[in-house]
């Protein structure tokens, strides 16, 4: 949610009066839960555990952070999903949940060969079920030194990465070579983009209406306002959902003004404004970019996300504001019409849109709140 829209739920009353008190509750920052981005190459001198310090940064679908670790074979980085963070009602099958391990994947790769460290990976050793996750591997990663490793010149830009969910600045018109400069960065799946007008006005609609419905679809849009993290001490103490910190929202917070009984209400300020903040960032697009896959399978969808993350680094190297759209790519019944339409449009001979964001021009972002990596080792 745009944070700036929240100024009208006070009336200007909370805000203006501008006490101690408030000034205070105001200047809150959940660094605990940012330490991650700090610590991240400076605290680990083991290969694997200075790699995955960088890979717990990756994006990943609500910031559920699913993935959990074990170290226990010499050289070797186990990885499996925590079945408590997966989206069973906006991500029915996990396709988004895998797309995000195989973000994790890319930046531990990108991780340890600046170390000097190749990884080879398998990927599902032991298979998988395309309906659901389960505890079986979904990647056995071995770590061996290798001198002659290439770096990748996307990997300094790990820092700097965000996923933007501000509005974008309508005046100012992504390049076309940007889009094909961004687009180079994959290496699995098929990537296509456009900035024309009438492309930017379509899939502005397409993407308006297919978040309209997640919205008001009422077991969708719970599972996303139970993850909603308001202030600084939901974010420390769980520092994965919606993160909604900051000064706005540690007042609104703290005075009972931002609830998720109140974001749950339909006839609240609070609903109402979500909704003109979101329709904000959807209908701001200056450009939109893909990723399909000629299959869907669990392998694919870990290559789409390691294709994702680069080039969300691609992005961030140009300047280029990125923010996944993915509700018209999810697949449960009230979606159906506008996954299908997607598809019809962006998809070729079969394929899957497995990613679909918005560009343009916008304002810094804070960083994403993490679990240490401690939190994530088996």
């Avoid at 009353?13 to 660094?31: D, E, K, L, Q, Y």
């Avoid at 994790?104 to 990884?119: I, K, N, Q, R, S």
């Avoid at 990997?155 to 100012?172: G, Y």
């Amino acid at each position: 949610m745009n944070r700036r829209k929240f100024l009208s739920l006070t009336g200007g009353g909370i805000i203006v009066a501008a006490t101690a008190s408030v000034a205070t509750i105001a200047s809150r920052t959940p660094a605990a839960a940012l330490a991650p981005w700090d610590q991240a190459g400076v605290i680990y001198d083991e290969p694997r555990k200075h790699a995955l310090s960088y890979a717990i940064l990756a994006p990943n679908p609500h910031n559920r952070q699913p993935w959990m670790v074990d170290l226990s074979q010499p050289d070797t980085v186990v990885l499996t999903v925590d079945t408590d963070r997966l989206l069973p009602h906006t991500d029915p099958f996990s396709r988004q949940i895998t797309i995000g391990l195989g973000c994790f994947l890319e930046v531990m790769v990108m991780a340890a060969a600046e170390d000097g460290y190749t990884v080879d990976l398998q990927v599902f050793p032991e298979g998988s079920d395309a309906a659901a996750l389960d505890g079986r591997p979904v990647a056995i990663a071995s770590f061996r030194a290798d001198p002659n490793v290439a770096k990748d010149p996307l990997f300094r830009h790990i820092f700097a990465r965000r996923s933007n969910k501000e509005p974008f600045d309508v005046t100012r018109a992504v390049p076309p070579e940007a889009v094909s400069q961004i687009a180079a960065a994959a290496r699995f799946g098929r990537v296509d983009g456009s900035v024309a007008d009438d492309s930017i006005a379509t899939l502005r609609a397409l993407t308006s209406e297919a978040l309209m419905i997640e919205l008001e679809t009422p077991h969708t849009y719970k599972e996303s306002v139970d993850l909603f993290r308001i202030g600084k001490a939901e974010v420390e103490a769980n520092p994965d959902g919606i993160d909604l910190s900051g000064p706005m929202f540690e007042v609104l917070g703290t005075f009972g003004m931002m609830t998720r009984e109140a974001a749950l209400d339909t006839t609240s300020t609070v609903y109402t404004q979500g909704i003109t903040a979101q329709m904000a960032t959807t209908n701001s697009a200056m450009g939109h970019i893909w990723m399909t896959t000629r299959g869907n399978t669990r392998e694919d969808q870990i290559n789409a996300g390691r294709d994702w993350v680069r080039l969300n680094l691609a992005a961030t190297a140009r300047g280029v504001a990125f923010q996944p759209l993915s509700q018209a790519l999810q697949e449960y019944p009230e979606m159906a019409t506008h996954y299908a339409r997607v598809h019809q449009m962006l998809a070729r001979d079969g394929e899957t849109v497995q990613m679909l964001c918005r560009l343009g021009y916008g304002i810094a972002v804070n960083r994403s709140p993490r679990w240490p990596l401690e939190a994530k080792l088996i």
